[in-house]
Protein backbone atom coordinates (compact mmCIF):
# COMPACT_ATOMS: atom_id res chain seq x y z
CA UNK A 1 0.00 0.00 0.00
CA UNK A 2 1.48 3.17 -1.22
CA UNK A 3 0.61 6.13 1.07
CA UNK A 4 0.44 10.08 -0.30
CA UNK A 5 1.07 13.03 1.61
CA UNK A 6 -2.13 15.12 2.60
CA UNK A 7 -1.87 18.63 4.15
CA UNK A 8 -5.13 19.69 5.97
CA UNK A 9 -5.92 22.62 8.21
CA UNK A 10 -7.41 22.71 11.66
CA UNK A 11 -7.57 24.66 14.60
CA UNK A 12 -4.41 24.91 16.82
CA UNK A 13 -6.78 24.89 19.83
CA UNK A 14 -9.07 21.40 18.47
CA UNK A 15 -5.30 19.80 17.84
CA UNK A 16 -4.28 20.28 20.44
CA UNK A 17 -7.22 19.38 22.29
CA UNK A 18 -7.60 15.68 20.24
CA UNK A 19 -3.74 14.89 20.41
CA UNK A 20 -3.89 13.09 23.75
CA UNK A 21 -6.97 11.55 23.22
CA UNK A 22 -5.83 9.58 20.13
CA UNK A 23 -2.76 9.06 22.02
CA UNK A 24 -4.53 7.66 25.17
CA UNK A 25 -6.29 5.25 22.33
CA UNK A 26 -3.02 4.35 20.60
CA UNK A 27 -3.26 6.58 17.99
CA UNK A 28 -1.37 9.36 15.47
CA UNK A 29 -3.41 12.25 14.67
CA UNK A 30 -2.49 10.73 11.10
CA UNK A 31 -3.57 7.28 11.72
CA UNK A 32 -7.03 8.46 13.58
CA UNK A 33 -8.17 10.40 10.30
CA UNK A 34 -7.12 7.34 8.12
CA UNK A 35 -9.64 5.31 10.60
CA UNK A 36 -12.34 7.94 9.74
CA UNK A 37 -11.53 7.98 6.19
CA UNK A 38 -11.83 4.28 5.92
CA UNK A 39 -14.80 4.13 8.26
CA UNK A 40 -16.46 6.53 5.92
CA UNK A 41 -15.66 4.65 2.69
CA UNK A 42 -17.08 1.03 4.81
CA UNK A 43 -20.27 2.89 5.64
CA UNK A 44 -20.59 4.79 2.53
CA UNK A 45 -20.85 8.18 4.01
CA UNK A 46 -20.21 9.72 7.74
CA UNK A 47 -19.28 7.17 10.03
CA UNK A 48 -21.40 8.98 12.74
CA UNK A 49 -24.73 10.53 13.20
CA UNK A 50 -24.15 14.44 12.82
CA UNK A 51 -27.16 15.66 14.54
CA UNK A 52 -27.63 18.83 16.93
CA UNK A 53 -27.15 17.45 20.87
CA UNK A 54 -30.18 16.53 22.59
CA UNK A 55 -30.08 17.88 26.38
CA UNK A 56 -32.24 17.04 29.54
CA UNK A 57 -35.30 19.20 30.11
CA UNK A 58 -33.40 19.01 34.09
CA UNK A 59 -30.72 20.63 32.18
CA UNK A 60 -32.12 23.05 29.67
CA UNK A 61 -34.04 24.36 33.06
CA UNK A 62 -30.58 24.52 34.99
CA UNK A 63 -28.86 26.73 32.24
CA UNK A 64 -32.30 29.09 32.30
CA UNK A 65 -32.11 29.25 36.27
CA UNK A 66 -28.34 30.24 35.82
CA UNK A 67 -28.98 32.84 33.16
CA UNK A 68 -31.96 34.51 35.43
CA UNK A 69 -29.80 33.82 38.62
CA UNK A 70 -26.74 35.68 36.69
CA UNK A 71 -28.65 38.80 35.80
CA UNK A 72 -30.77 39.29 38.62
CA UNK A 73 -29.86 42.35 40.99
CA UNK A 74 -30.64 40.45 44.03
CA UNK A 75 -27.74 37.55 43.35
CA UNK A 76 -24.46 38.73 45.38
CA UNK A 77 -21.60 39.25 44.05
CA UNK A 78 -18.71 38.45 45.60
CA UNK A 79 -14.60 40.30 45.52
CA UNK A 80 -13.45 38.09 48.80
CA UNK A 81 -13.75 34.57 48.60
CA UNK A 82 -13.48 34.15 52.13
CA UNK A 83 -17.01 35.98 52.43
CA UNK A 84 -18.52 34.11 49.67
CA UNK A 85 -17.92 30.70 51.30
CA UNK A 86 -18.70 32.01 54.64
CA UNK A 87 -22.45 32.95 52.81
CA UNK A 88 -22.58 29.86 51.60
CA UNK A 89 -21.76 27.80 54.46
CA UNK A 90 -25.02 29.75 56.33
Known amino acids: M???ATNIRIDSQLKSEVTPLFEGLG???S???TLFLRQSVLRNGLPFKVEYP???KELLSAV???KKLENSKE???YTDMKKMWAD???
Open 31 to 33: QAI
Open 64 to 66: EEA
Open 2 to 4: STT
Open 88 to 90: LDK
Open 27 to 29: LSL
Open 75 to 77: TPR
Open 54 to 56: EYS
